[in-house]
């Protein structure tokens, strides 16, 4: 029992980080951050490697290739002079060029056959070097400053009729010294370079990682619930400000829609549960009533036409719902709207004039939008429907013309209009100004014509028609491309 | 006549096939989608009611299906998916009338009738007459016991709906549909504006009036009995 609970988690976790490993140093090896900069280090440290090379060739290098090339000059020099005057005047010729120190620190040795030296600075054929033509890397003992020293000296051999053998060569101990010092001098700047690389590079990631943090932090903040948070900005306007700014712009539209649609809520819930309670009333009072088929049969009548009103204000809220929704959408169809007032006028101009009202449609021809034909017209019949109900009678116009670039469509009454104050929120939901709600109405009448207004990248807006109210729809109006 | 439904919501079906069967109609119940398409598809109804959200294959699939076999039963989609963009799915399916859930019973019944009828109707109609009432399609004139009777194009749009139904009765939201092209709730009265109108140049001066109002439901032109 004690064993299968040792075992069976290790068992069943297949490898990963070690579980010791600090969670924040796994988290940085893990951020994008830092597998940025080690790649930006890699491509770092291999350019600076190879700017201290090519350096090196160049310098170093170049030395070495010098000495060889003066004692290539050299040797075709005294092969010259053999040439002319043989064996005996290049003896003499050696013999004269080591005399004294020429402070060109080159060395010169003809030996015969055997190795034994005929002219030369050098005093005997050096020890443990094969006599072969070609290059050769030897030592060579030196007087300087009272004692004796070795120095590494480079040369070429080359071996002359009759087996003698004329050894021109260079003593190359500055140069050693000086290619020494170079590679310190490059080894040291190398590693003085790869590590303030490799501390900027922690100390930029760093930097990102933070802000980086400091995004991540609020957006869990506000996941958490706490929805007024925002990334703090540092003002630099980079694109980490940027992302912020973006970000805390984001936000704040999450919580107006949030906090708009908590009120919806709220609304609705408030604005159901009356009629609900209405309607359960009535049935109860059906149940306890007197047994009388009429009165029953009545009693369910009502409640059915109480469904009927809850049923017709749930679809008033979902026609405002899916108008929104669909808010910002590029309708397809470019829609006349002059047409769809013309049949709105001809629906409701009979109702109108068993009213009293003087209905009367002013369009100019050819006003397009593009837009959706149903939502247009249950715009216009919300709009002729509060007219009807609120007017009481007298002038009832429609107008649809164009201004400024913009596609209007208007309507106006001669009633008692809308107070200042009251214009701009009757367009919110349930909203009803009339205060003992005795006409039939839901109050979601205005709230559908904003939401279609905003479908349409429209605007609607009341005024004073001195007397009565005008509401004023404008949409950017639909240009035809031009016929070919 | 028989009559398919397809629902899987158990009481709305027996509320369907009891309502139904008062009617008058015979009514077989499939359950889902995928029986509906068998019972359908081996005949003998003269119109499938069905619900479009359904286990096994949805009602829209169903009716893809069942068209595609060139089965033309006509069909009514009852659905609660009620947006004009839900609509003209359902219609280009292959649905012939769609209807949206919650529903009055009445809406049901006139709208199945009106299916059955257009299933017969022969399309090359010219001339309507319902008693003494003559509308000629061709010249668009109305007469009344030979008289001829002066109505505006709108009242000509709704007596042609009312007369293609005669005998049965309309509702408004048929009319609203069929004669307004407009799908959503009238708020006002304006419908019973227009019949009101219409009633009194077809039937004030004649004795027996033609168009009916039916209570709770609509409208209804035939001769009273």
């Known amino acids: ?484 | 006549m028989k009559l398919l439904v397809v629902e899987d919501d158990r009481e709305t079906a027996s509320y369907l096939q009891k309502g139904l069967g008062e009617s008058g109609y015979l009514v077989d119940r499939a359950g889902d989608g995928r029986q509906g398409l068998f019972m359908a598809s081996s005949g003998g109804y003269q119109a499938i009611v069905l619900d479009r959200m359904l286990p096994q294959m949805d009602g829209l699939s169903m009716l893809s299906a069942l068209r595609a076999a060139d089965i033309r039963t006509p069909a009514l989609i009852l659905s609660a998916l009620g947006t004009v963009d839900d609509r003209v799915k359902g219609l280009r399916a292959g649905g012939d009338d769609y209807l949206v859930k919650p529903f009055a019973f009445s809406e049901l019944l006139a709208r199945l009738e009106a299916l059955l009828r257009r299933g017969s109707a022969t399309p090359a109609t010219t001339a309507l007459r319902v008693a003494d009432l003559e509308l000629d399609l061709l010249t668009r004139t109305v007469k009344r016991g030979g008289k001829p009777i002066e109505l505006l194009p709108r009242e000509f749009r709704l007596l042609e709906y009312l007369m293609r139904n005669a005998g049965h009765v309309v509702t408004r939201t048929m009319l609203l549909e069929h004669v307004w092209d407009y799908h959503f709730d009238p708020q006002t009265n304006v419908i019973d504006v227009h019949v009101s109108r219409l009633r009194q140049k077809i039937d004030k001066n004649f004795d027996r009036p033609l168009l009916n109002t039916v209570r709770g439901a609509g409208y209804c032109l035939r001769l009273p009995e």
């Open chain 1, 1 to 484: 029992m004690v064993a299968e609970k040792l075992l069976s988690p290790a068992a069943a976790r297949p490898w990963s980080w070690p579980r010791r490993l600090p969670a924040n140093l796994r988290r940085l090896v893990r951020a994008h951050a830092v597998r940025l900069a080690a790649l930006y280090f890699l491509v770092f440290a291999a350019s600076v490697l190879g700017v201290l090379f090519f350096v090196y060739w160049t310098s170093a290098d170049f030395v070495e290739r010098q000495t060889e090339a003066t004692l290539d000059a050299e040797i075709s020099g005294l092969s010259e002079q053999y040439a002319q005057r043989g064996l005996s005047g290049l003896v003499q010729i050696v013999a004269a060029r080591s005399a004294g120190d020429r402070g060109d620190a080159m060395l010169y040795l003809i030996t015969d056959p055997n190795g034994r030296p005929l002219a030369g600075n050098i005093a005997g054929w050096p020890a443990g070097v094969p006599a072969r033509t070609g290059w050769l890397s030897f030592s060579v003992e030196s007087k300087s400053k009272g004692h004796i020293e070795t120095d590494p000296a480079r040369g070429r051999l080359i071996i002359i009729s009759g087996g003698y053998r004329l050894l021109v060569g260079r003593d190359i101990s500055d140069a050693a010294a000086f290619r020494d010092r170079v590679k310190t001098t490059l080894l040291w700047s190398g590693l003085a370079a790869l590590g303030v690389g490799l501390l900027g590079g922690a100390a930029m990631s760093r930097k990102l990682l933070r802000r980086v943090e400091l995004v991540n932090r609020t957006s869990e903040r506000v996941m958490a619930g706490n929805l007024s948070d925002r990334v703090p900005l540092d003002g630099t306007s980079d694109e980490f400000d940027q992302l912020a700014a973006n970000l805390n712009r984001m936000l704040d539209q999450i919580e107006r829609l949030m906090t708009a649609m908590r009120e919806v809520t709220d609304d609705v819930a408030h604005d159901l549960k009356t009629p609900l309670a209405r309607l359960r009333a009535r049935l109860e009072l059906a149940l306890i009533g007197p047994l009388d088929a009429t009165a029953q049969s009545e009693a369910i009548r009502a409640a059915i036409d109480e469904a009927d009103r809850l049923l017709a204000t749930f679809n008033a809220l979902l026609g405002i719902a899916e108008a929104e929704a669909g808010a910002g959408r590029d309708e397809a169809g470019p829609l006349d709207l002059g047409e769809i007032a013309g049949a709105a006028a001809e629906f409701y101009e009979p109702a109108a004039e068993e009213k009293g009202f003087a209905l009367s449609l002013a369009a100019e021809p050819e006003v397009r939008i593009r837009g959706d034909r149903h939502l247009l017209s249950q715009t216009l019949h919300n709009l002729l429907d509060n007219a009807l109900k609120y007017a009481g009678g007298g002038d009832l116009s429609i107008r649809v013309f164009r201004a400024d670039g913009r596609a209007v469509l208007e309507v106006a009454d001669r009633g008692p209009g809308i107070p200042e104050a009251d214009r701009h929120s009757v367009f919110d939901r349930f909203v009803r100004l009339e205060p003992s709600r005795s006409t039939p109405g839901n109050g979601l009448g205005l709230s559908l014509v904003r939401a279609v207004a905003r479908r349409h990248h429209g605007t609607v807006a009341l005024a004073d028609n001195q007397p009565g109210l005008k509401v004023r729809l404008e949409f950017p109006a639909f240009a035809a491309p031009p016929s070919a």
